[in-house]
């Protein structure tokens, strides 16, 4: 696929996890890419959001100051680093990629592209 996640494993909580999405295709320079997680039985949530060119990022309250959202346009490779992890953040984590950089970007369905995911697991 286009994009491709890795970076997810089992770790506690309070530990730190650095995602990682790289991207196949072309960016460009209204190029949106974003995290989304899905906790079992839940729906597909908005986490973090960056805009390529300049990388203004955007963030969902419940990550806000723990997470960080970054990306290397050398290597077209987007990163979220986790910090403080709790149990809560348990989930599949997706990146995605949209085109436009105005508008919505926290419902998933504004994303063409998404990858396969990485399995993130926060133990108690």
């Known amino acids: 696929g286009e994009l491709v996640e890795s970076g997810g494993r089992l770790v506690q909580a309070g530990d730190s996890l650095r995602l990682s999405c790289a991207s196949s295709g072309r960016m460009f320079v209204d190029t949106m890419m974003g995290w989304f997680r899905q906790a079992p039985g839940k729906e597909r949530e908005f986490v973090s959001a960056?805009?390529?060119?300049?990388?203004?990022?955007y963030y969902s309250d419940s990550v806000k100051g723990r997470f960080t959202m970054s990306r290397d346009t050398t290597s077209n490779t987007a990163y979220l680093q986790m910090n403080n992890l709790k149990p809560e953040d348990t989930a599949v984590y997706y990146c995605?990629?949209?085109?436009?950089?105005?508008?919505?970007?926290?419902?998933?369905?504004?994303?063409?592209?998404w990858g396969q995911g990485t399995r993130v697991t926060v133990s108690s």
């Open positions: 960056i805009t390529w060119a300049y990388g203004t990022t």
């Open positions: 995605a990629k949209k085109s436009g950089t105005t508008g919505l970007y926290t419902p998933a369905r504004e994303y063409s592209t």
